[in-house]
C-alpha cells in the first residue's frame, strides 16, 4: 500500500475559482522556460490552453502576470513572480507536514486491511552501540546520516525515528535539533551518554596531548562530515583553541562514521581523528577524551510504544556494560 497525499486548493477571485497547483505550475513554466510554449509543452497543455488558464488568471487579478518579450518569448511581470514565489513558500511549508501525515496515515491502513506493516525507517547519527542493537531488531530499516541530516529527515516526514547529539551540548537552542524537542508529534528521549575524543595510533607515537596539537606539521588529521554533531564539536574546540582549521592537514579530508575515522587510523593512513572511545577500542588504538555527550533518539508519536521500549532498554542495559558509555542521566546505574 503507497499512500500519496497532495496539497489542493483554490483561491477564488472575482467570482472565479483558480486551482493552486495547475497555477503554480504554469507560472513556474514561464519562469523556467520564458516562454507560455515552452511551459505548454512542459505541462502537457497545448498552446491555447496555456494561454486560456493564464487569461483566465489575469482577468480575475485584474492584472497582467505575464508579458511577451522581444524575440517571441514571454516573462512574468512582478506581479506573476511575487505570485509564484508566495505558492512556492505554501507548497514547501507543506511538504512535511504532508510527508508527515502519508506516514501515519499509510500505518492506520495498513493495519486496518491486515498488510504486512511497513518497517519503522530510522536515520541515525553514527554510534557503534546503536547500531548493534538496531541490527538485531526486526521491522526497522537503518540509515546513517549526520545529526542535522538525521533531524531534517525527521522533521519533513521522510523518516519515523532519528538518532542525534548536540556536539557536546545537551541540545542546541537553535536549528534542527532544538525544533525536534518543540515539535508536539514527536518525543525525543535520552538514549545514554559517551565519551568522544581523538582517536590516535597505538602508543600515541606523536604524543598528541591537546586539541592544538591537531596544527602541528606533518601530523595527518581525518575529519567527520559537515552537519556531523561530532565535526560541530570539534569546530566549537578548534575554535575555543583559537586554531584555524586551515591549519590542520587533512580537515578537508571527510569520513562518515567513527569506525572510517578509526580504520583509517588504524591503517596509518591518518594520525588522528576524532570519533567516540568505542571506535578506537574496536581498532586497539589510544583515545584522548575530550568530554562526555548525551545521545538522543527522536521518535514520532505512530512509532509502536514496544518498539521503541525494546530500544531504550537496550540502550540503558548496554551502556551500563560498554567502555565509554553511561545510561543517561535519570537511567539506573552506571559504568565506564
Known sequence: M???LTLAGQIELGGRQIGLGP???LLEGIATDQSVRGAALRLGLSYRSAWGRLAELEAALGQPVAVKTKGHGSMLT??????RDALAAAFSRSAGLLAEEERALQLRLTA???ERRPSVLLAVSHDPLLLDILTELDGVEVAVAGSLEAARRLLAGSVDAAGFHGGGVELPETGPLAQLRAEPTLSVIPLFRREQGLILAAGNPLGIQAIGDLARAGLRFVNRQ???GTRLWLDRLLARAGVSPAAIQGYEVE??????????????AADAGMGARASAERFGLDFLPLGEETYF???HHSVPAPLVGQITEAARERSQHSLGYAPAEGQAGRSR
Open 297 to 299: 533518539l527522536a521518535v
Open 2 to 4: 503507497r499512500v500519496a
Open 78 to 83: 512582478p506581479l506573476g513572480t511575487a505570485l
Open 112 to 114: 486496518l486491511t491486515e
Open 23 to 25: 497555477t503554480m505550475a
Open 226 to 228: 559537515k552537519d556531523s
Open 255 to 268: 569520513e562518515f562514521t567513527h569506525q572510517a575515522v578509526a580504520a583509517l587510523v588504524a591503517s596509518g
